[in-house]
């Protein structure tokens, strides 16, 4: 079933030019979808429309079959939480759990369930032991956890998460691509924004590419891999696997793969079946 269904979406910001020119999106339940495309190509800006901090100029959007249009973010937020680029922009409270019981809390969840829901989301996402602190005391990757917790609390479905990696060393990125891939087993519906190929590549189920105001690629990661122009001219990489790939289809008719691994994988099976 569809839970978000977002079609023709234009959008432009006060005086400036338009940054979605005709955008439409479905995105079925449980799904794990990555959204790229270069700075500037629109992402952030259609999240935010899908939890009502934006609304379209023009064009539909649904979630779970429902007409949200006019919807604001507080109506939203126990169906679609969205997590910030920057952590920074949205963690305000002096304490982490502070932090994770103001969303319920203004939801009108009562005060008991409230506390029981937050020491739930401490433990999923591993911040028990950093309840108390003061957030902007402790590092980027749990800063980032703790954004992605208070958005939790509420229960959303559909998990928006901007850049969760971005400024992050390997060992924090996999840690927080860990959890975002465990709320996804458990049910919730993700979408990540991000710019980097290996993590799409480990992890989405499928590529959205925003390119000139709309969607200029929509599938699976491995198929998105095997499109070099693509991700030359609107991603801007050109890694050695994927220019391999390119050269040696000219040749072979080759595969869609997305690694060095599965290239080689290829290569070696190839080779035995014509030795
Ligand atoms: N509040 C704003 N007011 C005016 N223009 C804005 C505002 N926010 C973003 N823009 C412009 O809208 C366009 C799309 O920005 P958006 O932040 O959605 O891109 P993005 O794909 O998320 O980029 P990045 O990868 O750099 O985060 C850009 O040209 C940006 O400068
Ligand atoms: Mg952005």
């Known amino acids: 079933m569809p839970v978000v269904e977002a079609r023709n979406i234009r ?6 030019p338009e940054v979605l020119t005709d955008v439409s999106l479905t995105v079925d339940e449980g799904e794990f979808v990555a959204l790229l495309g270069a700075n500037g190509a629109g992402k952030t800006t259609f999240a935010k429309m899908l939890n009502g901090i934006l609304q379209p100029d023009s064009g539909t959007i649904r979630i779970e079959g ?5 919807k604001k973010t507080a109506e939203l937020a126990s169906w679609v ?8 922009h949205q963690i305000f409270a002096d304490s982490v759990s502070k932090e994770l019981k103001f969303g319920p809390l203004n939801l009108g969840v009562p005060k008991d369930e409230v506390e029981r829901r937050v020491l739930e989301v401490l433990d999923l996402v591993g911040l028990s032991e950093h309840a108390n602190e003061y957030p902007f005391l402790l590092s980027k990757g749990i800063r980032q956890k703790i954004a992605v917790a208070s958005i939790l609390a509420m229960r959303p479905k559909i998990m928006l998460i901007d850049e969760p990696t971005t400024g992050m060393d390997l060992r924090g990125s996999q840690s927080i691509m860990q959890l975002i891939r465990k709320l996804n087993e458990v049910g919730h519906t993700i979408l990540i924004i991000t710019h980097d190929l290996k993590i799409v590549a480990e992890y989405a189920q499928r590529a959205v590419v925003f390119k000139d105001g709309g969607v ?6 491995t198929a998105l891999f095997t499109q070099a122009a693509l991700l030359e001219n609107v991603l801007g990489v050109a890694t050695p696997v994927y220019r391999l790939v390119r050269e040696c289809d000219a040749f072979w008719d080759l595969p869609e793969m997305a690694t060095v691994d599965q290239f080689a994988d290829w290569v070696n099976r190839s080779y035995k079946r014509g030795a």
């Open 11 to 16: 959008f432009s910001y006060e005086d400036g």
């Open 66 to 70: 429902e007409d949200i249009i006019g």
């Open 81 to 88: 939480g969205y997590c910030y680029q920057n952590p920074d």
């Open 216 to 221: 200029v690629f929509d599938g699976q990661p």
